[in-house]
């Protein structure tokens, strides 16, 4: 599942007036992204390239265009993106996530492995690698590794929003969607425009989940 909202950001936090330049790096930026959220990818593509003529080596756009090279299906050059990203900004969560799902996809699970596994052995103490980590047993079927890899994750960070999504998918595939509901309701707490866990939430409550029973 993606949860969009999460993807395709960059802040251009600009202070003072903005240079022409600036003007149109955040032009094109906008631009991609309406694109990319309409489903034209190519535009948004293009549009995004527009902006890394102005700003080479940002991250975010980097990572904007792998996600306009992923959804049009060119993995080798959605790959060539993501890996640039991350020499730049090796802790861009999205990014790492969005390349470990493309290698899941198109079948290169231990490459997969070996970029989640790398982020851990770098970052022991991040949140965001433990989420991955979570998010990958749990693709391999192994709930209760996700389980123990989520909530580390979220020892470490209470709000970080993958490991709440994801443990909210492991509990409901361990039949508990009560626990599933009342971790939705926590990431709406925080962030109300999250279309794809509100559905979730409305599901589950239309299936009767009421709030979550203790062991």
């Not at 149109?24 to 902006?51: I, K, M, T």
């Not at 009342?182 to 794809?196: K, M, N, Q, S």
Request: aromatic share 8%; glycine share 6%.
């Amino acid at each position: 599942m993606r949860w969009t909202s999460w993807f395709l950001v960059l802040a251009l936090c600009l202070e003072g007036c903005e240079s022409p330049s600036q003007e149109r790096l955040r032009d094109y930026n906008q631009d991609g992204v309406y694109l990319f959220q309409r489903g034209d990818y190519l535009a948004a593509r293009e549009s995004f390239q527009a902006a890394l003529a102005l700003k080479p080596e940002d991250p975010g756009l980097l990572y904007n265009l792998g996600q306009c090279w992923d959804r049009h299906g060119d993995t080798a050059k959605a790959e060539r993106s993501y890996h640039q990203c991350l020499v730049l900004a090796p802790n861009h969560a999205d990014c790492r996530h969005a390349l470990a799902t493309m290698l899941v996809r198109v079948g290169r699970k231990d490459d997969a492995t070996r970029l989640v596994e790398d982020w851990l052995a770098r970052e022991p103490r991040l949140a965001a690698a433990y989420a991955e980590d979570g998010w990958l047993w749990h693709q391999a079927g192994d709930l209760p590794r996700a389980l123990a890899r989520l909530q580390q994750a979220l020892e470490l960070d209470p709000h970080e929003p993958r490991a709440l999504v994801e443990l909210g998918l492991v509990y409901e595939a361990m039949q508990r969607p009560d626990r599933a509901a009342a971790l939705y309701e926590r990431i709406l707490e925080r962030a109300p425009h999250e279309t794809e866990v509100a559905n979730r939430l409305n599901r589950l409550h239309s299936h009767g989940t009421r709030q979550p029973q203790p062991d």
